[in-house]
């Protein structure tokens, strides 16, 4: 049975941690948010509990497992309403990596309400922060208390302003230098790409709330299609979890020998697999699979 929770606006907002069978990567960065003054919860008018009920805010780390579902689901009753859910990273929320796993139960929410998701594997501390403090901003807003601005970001939070060398954001997606080879969608690990046919062309989508951040699409990725950005904070609400996406097309044009509807060639594949490129192999990148093959073999060799 739901209780009365006994906060109010003037009091710090308890954080409930809840491991619904995280590999630790993300209670780890949790830790952080505790012990490491700058990235201070306290700021935000909140703080860290042991007691269920004394929480206002849920911070849900894991998959959640077949074994530990209704302990979890029971823990989770304990705490008191209102509270405000907040999935840390992409495992709660899609699965992540093991979203295909016959001991998952998840994602979270086909159990409970979340409201805030912060993707990632795991997410820095700072995007964790602004996934606290998106979450205070929805409790204290059903409280009819003064909001956070939610002008402050990540990096503000933390004190921090700069991204780190080497580290790796979300992905961004180039359709104009993609050949369509699906070889990202066949190493992505978390199942996060995913590529339709349809009559403009062949569609790309990279769905954030499940992308590890490894790297794998733009290691294979031989034309660059695939490449990293800086962007890591990526805390949202769970109306946008859907649309947290990249997307593309890559537009069909009609093969210049028969007229077949074909994926054109971008020049950066021509470069990989020719080394060098000239007006006559230029020519191959509008003809269709057979009519290259037709002239590869009268003339072009590689």
Known sequence: MDTVCNATSDEPLGLYRINAGSCNGCDVELAATAAIARFGVERLGCRYTESPEEA???LITGPLTVRVREKILSLYDEVPEPKVTVAVG?????????RDSYAV??????????????PGCPPRPQAIVAGIAEAATIWKGQQGGEPLQRAETAASLSGEGATPAGLRGKMRYNASACVGCRMCEHVCAGGAILFNEEEAGLRFTLWHNSCAFCGLCRHYCRTGALSATEEWQLAHRQEDKYRLVEEGVVPRVPCTGCGVPLLPVPPE???VAFRETNREISRLAALCPECRQKESIGGIRR
């Open 56 to 58: 206002a805010i849920v």
């Open 90 to 98: 992409i495992c709660p929320v899609s699965g992540g990596v093991f």
């Open 105 to 118: 139960a998840g994602p979270v929410d086909r159990y409970l309400t979340v409201d805030v998701n912060v």
């Open 269 to 271: 594949l021509l470069r």
